[in-house]
Structures are given as C-alpha cells and as structure tokens.
T-cell receptor, first 113, second 112 residues
C-alpha cells in the first residue's frame, strides 16, 4: 500500500516569496492533516480536512497561509508571503477516519532566508 | 505547562542497553501514540494504545490511564534505533474535531 506522498522534499525561498506544498494521502483516507514542525518542537496542527471540508483551522495563520482539498483527495498548502519564522518541516498525514491511526508523509523542509 | 511532557529530552545509550522514554499528559484522552522521526523528517507510527501494553519486536509501550502516563521501552538497543521518539495524545472530544497534541520528542542516540 502506498504511503502519504509529499512534494517537494526541500524548498528554499526568500522572505516575502510564495510557496506551495502538495500532499497525496493514502487512498480512501477521508481525514487529512497539515502540521508545522519547527526545529526542536513537536508538530503543531495547522488544518484538518474531513473529505473536502475543513474541520479545524484554528491554528492556521490565515493572513498568509491557505490550504485546500477541492476534490477530497490531494491537498495543497500555500504560504504567501513567507516570513523567516515559517522555516519548518511541513508534515501531511492522513487517516481513514478522524479518530483512527494517522499515517505521516516524509515532510517538506522549508527554509526561508 | 504543556499538555504532553516527555522525558528525557535527550538520551545517549550504548548498544544493547534497555531504554525507557516517558510521557505524561494532563488531558483526558481517547488514545496515545508513540511515533518515530528520523533526521530526514518523516514520521512513522510505532504504537497506538488506549490501555495496557503493546509489544512489537524489541519495542514495548505501556499506558496507565489513571496516572496519565505512558512509557516506551526499547530492549537490546541498536544504533539504528537512533531517532526522535514523539508521544502524541488524541484528546477526548466528540465528533470530528478530535486532534493530536504532540510532545516535543526525545532524541535518542545509540552508540556502538
């Protein structure tokens, strides 16, 4: 069974530029999560989708971050414009249902210079 | 105070040693996860448990719901076990808004 796929693996951008990350969850998984993990910290939930609807985006900085999952499968996370403090690993995870085991992708390491 | 606390933050062990990593949490939970993160960033789920004990190979996870505490044990540790081990709890809520809260991780280095 294929796991959660994310791309790109690494991205370096200058502050004030825009960047987008892509996630393809495990087939059939209705729940999709985006996490931000700053170096030395645990992952922090940015947004949770249930199919194509947003369940929780309370910690998403909506002035610069946006995410969508239009067809309830793939998802993109965008940052526009990026700040230095956005440097982190962005992890995508999916699960069959909200309270079942979550499977994580390899993450995208973003460096903002 | 963080909802999920792990100890120790860093751990160095020699190959073959028995290792214990602890996790304490302060909220009601429906499940607790132990995760492994290698330097590349990807996270692998090791265990999901809500009571008792689970074993997989050299890894053992236990949880005490009354004491709000879990431990991850590694027997006969090996350098390939070197990674960050993260405890995460799923809070007790209804509906689809239940979320995972993560500890800051324990960085384990196993040397020859």
């Amino acid at each position: 069974e294929a796991g959660v796929a994310q791309s790109p693996r690494y991205k370096i951008i200058e502050k004030r530029q825009s960047v987008a990350f892509w996630c393809n969850p495990i087939s059939g998984h209705a729940t999709l999560y985006w996490y931000q993990q700053i170096l030395g910290q645990g992952p922090k939930l940015l947004i949770q989708f249930q199919n194509n609807g947003v369940v929780d985006d309370s910690q998403l900085p909506k002035d610069r971050f946006s995410a969508e999952r239009l067809k309830g499968v793939d998802s993109t996370l965008k940052i526009q414009p990026a700040k230095l403090e956005d440097s982190a690993v962005y992890l995508c995870a999916s699960s069959l249902h909200p309270n079942t085991e979550a499977f994580f992708g390899q993450g995208t390491r973003l460096t903002v210079v | 105070k963080n909802e999920v606390e792990q100890s120790p933050q860093n751990l160095t062990a020699q190959e073959g040693e028995f290792i214990t990593i602890n996790c304490s949490y302060s909220v009601g939970i429906s499940a607790l996860h132990w995760l492994q993160q290698h330097p590349g960033g990807g996270i692998v789920s090791l265990f999901m448990l809500s009571s008792g004990k689970k074993k997989h190979g050299r890894l053992i996870a236990t949880i005490n719901i009354q004491e709000k505490h879990s431990s991850l044990h590694i027997t006969a540790s090996h350098p390939r076990d070197s990674a960050v081990y993260i405890c995460a709890v799923r809070s007790l809520t209804t509906g689809t808004a239940s979320k995972l809260t993560f500890g800051t991780g324990t960085r384990l280095q196993v040397t020859l």
